[in-house]
């Protein structure tokens, strides 16, 4: 039984990790949220986590990972970067590594207090070119890991095949819905809540929204 098992959830204090977060509470006995701090263009991400995780009671480690920032050139770590796609080339804020990096460091953080559940909020359907947002990696990693700490890790992806919409109600599902909506920071430009609007981030996270609006709403229609 899960309800019996420990878990570490990836957390920066967004809309999927938050939606992620609430959704270990409900599966998992005990739970614990790890942060890294990369770098980022606004540190208000790390004070949102830190935030939500106080509220939540939840033990809460944010980690050094600030190499991470020295070694990439992304729109993420630096402001003189545009947000942007070009044709046939990653987003702007493709950080490279991150995603390996970071699940690889919440595993040692598992494996030292004796969880072996690892939950990240990355998603396919939504990956935008991301490649360490796939299955394939995510799946790839598991078993990597798992061979090079001979532990048995599970990395549990909630969103992976769903989108914002579907995030939405799945917020909803595990009771976090506003709290989601108006607590967490997705905005690229460091606005929390519903964010500027403008960003990539916003605008994907504000089409979800709205659909998902419209599809609870003719729900409850009799």
């Given at each position: 039984?899960?309800?019996?098992?420990k878990?570490?959830v990836?957390?920066?204090?967004?809309q999927?990790?938050t939606t992620?977060?609430?959704?270990?509470?409900?599966?998992?006995?005990e739970?614990?949220a790890?942060?890294?701090?990369?770098?980022?263009?606004h540190a208000?991400?790390?004070e949102?986590?830190k935030d939500i995780?106080?509220?939540?009671g939840?033990?809460?480690?944010?980690?050094?990972m600030?190499?991470?920032?020295?070694?990439?050139?992304?729109?993420?770590?630096?402001?003189?970067?545009?947000i942007?796609?070009?044709?046939?080339?990653l987003?702007?804020?493709?950080?490279d590594g991150?995603?390996?990096l970071?699940l690889?460091f919440?595993?040692?953080?598992a494996?030292?207090?004796?969880a072996?559940?690892?939950?990240?909020?990355?998603?396919?359907?939504?990956?935008?070119?991301?490649?360490?947002?796939r299955?394939?990696?995510?799946?790839s990693?598991?078993?990597?890991l798992?061979?090079?700490?001979?532990y048995?890790f599970?990395i549990?992806t909630?969103l992976?095949w769903?989108?914002?919409?579907?995030?939405?109600?799945?917020?909803?599902e595990?009771?976090a819905?506003?709290?989601v909506?108006?607590?967490t920071?997705?905005?690229?430009?460091?606005?929390?809540?519903d964010?500027c609007g403008?960003?990539?981030a916003?605008?994907l996270?504000?089409?979800?929204?709205?659909?998902?609006?419209?599809e609870?709403?003719?729900?409850?229609?009799?």
């Open positions: 039984m899960l309800k019996n098992e878990a570490v990836v957390f920066s204090g967004g999927d990790s992620c977060l609430f959704w270990a509470m409900k599966q998992f006995g739970v614990e790890v942060t890294f701090d990369y770098g980022q263009r208000r991400e790390i949102c986590a995780a106080r509220e939540l939840i033990k809460h480690t944010i980690l050094d600030s190499l991470l920032g020295q070694l990439t050139q992304n729109a993420l770590t630096r402001s003189d970067i545009a942007e796609q070009k044709d046939g080339e987003p702007s804020t493709f950080v991150r995603n390996h970071f690889s919440a595993a040692v953080l494996k030292g207090i004796g072996k559940h690892i939950v990240t909020g990355v998603c396919e359907t939504d990956f935008s070119g991301y490649p360490d947002c299955d394939v990696f995510v799946k990693l598991n078993v990597t798992n061979l090079a700490m001979d048995e599970v549990h909630p992976m769903i989108d914002k919409a579907e995030t939405w109600k799945l917020a909803d595990v009771g819905f506003d709290f909506r108006e607590r920071l997705t905005c690229y430009n460091g606005v929390i809540g964010g403008e960003c990539p916003c605008k996270r504000k089409a979800g929204l709205n659909k998902y609006l419209l609870r709403q003719g729900a409850d229609k009799p």
